[in-house]
């Protein structure tokens, strides 16, 4: 979107820019030289639209992310020691109040190398393929 350095509202916040603006021709404060593209004017990056429409949104959800990172963090750990505890004491489950623990021994996994099905029968992985719907959604990653 492009903004106006020049047109600064009560908030001391740029508006739109009048020559990109669709209400340039009713509006009482259009600029005067409105026939080129303004050299007053600046593109806002997304991230500047982002924060100026949810701040609060933008830091709490980068608050909660981080935090979450970090208990994950503290979880992996946390249950390597508890499976150690585990195998070392040949405790197969127990439960409290809240959680129930369960060991699952080591196993093995058989999938199919869907790149190389491709690539060798693309065929047969085209007739054995499905297209899913995915609704949309926010990915966010810690750094």
């Known amino acids: ?27 009482n404060d259009v600029c005067q030289d409105i026939v080129k593209v303004c050299e007053e004017q600046v593109e806002e990056t997304d991230l500047q639209v982002i924060e100026s429409t949810v701040p609060d949104v933008l830091k709490a959800i980068t608050d909660i992310t981080v935090q979450k990172k970090k208990l994950e963090e503290q979880e992996k750990l946390m249950k390597e020691k508890l499976l150690q505890a585990m195998e070392e004491h040949g405790v197969k489950s127990f439960e409290n109040a809240k959680v129930k623990f369960m060991y699952v021994a080591p196993t093995t996994r058989t999938t199919i190398d869907s790149k190389k099905l491709k690539a060798d029968h693309p065929d047969i992985a085209k007739a054995y393929s499905k297209t899913s719907n995915i609704s949309a959604s926010v990915r966010i990653t810690v750094k």
């Open 1 to 27: 979107m492009m903004k106006c350095k020049v047109a600064i509202d009560d908030k001391n916040e740029c508006t739109n820019c009048c020559y990109f603006c669709d209400k340039k021709d009713t509006c």
